[in-house]
């Protein structure tokens, strides 16, 4: 497992940017799949998106709802996974968590896959 730090939540208008941070531990940070997921008040944890490597290929997948909004990217230098949300939207509003993990391409969308959690930071946006 990982310790996973997130940061960057607040909170901002619609139509707005954000960037969410996760700075994990640990010296296999570049071997994990990182995903993103939120979860709003009275909502299961819904995916968002994650990161994972085969080889050398690096591969960036999206929930459809924010699909051309968001973008992750990680700096493997720095252990850290980076969450860059534009065109903010109310329906945005979560608390968002980081998660890592050794996680299949099948697998990556799901929450159980993952093994470790950031303690979440809030996202509110405002109409």
């Known amino acids: 497992q990982v310790q996973l730090v997130e940061s960057g939540g607040g909170l901002v208008q619609a139509g707005g940017s954000l960037r969410l941070s996760c700075a994990a531990s640990?010296?296999?940070?570049?071997?994990?799949?990182m995903g993103w997921f939120r979860q709003a008040p009275g909502k299961e944890r819904e995916f968002v998106a994650a990161?994972?490597?085969?080889?050398?290929?690096?591969?960036?997948s999206y929930a459809t709802s924010v699909k051309g909004r968001f973008t992750i990217f990680r700096d493997n230098a720095k252990n850290t996974v980076f969450l860059q949300m534009d065109s903010l939207k109310p329906e945005d509003t979560a608390v968002y968590y980081c998660?890592?993990?050794?996680?299949?391409?099948?697998?990556?969308?799901?929450?159980?896959?993952?093994?470790?959690w950031g303690q979440g930071t809030q996202v509110t946006v405002s109409s």
């Open positions: 998660a890592a993990g050794s996680v299949s391409d099948t697998f990556y969308s799901r929450t159980g896959a993952y093994d470790s």
């Open positions: 640990g010296r296999t940070f570049s071997g994990y799949t």
């Open positions: 990161i994972r490597r085969n080889g050398i290929i690096t591969y960036s």
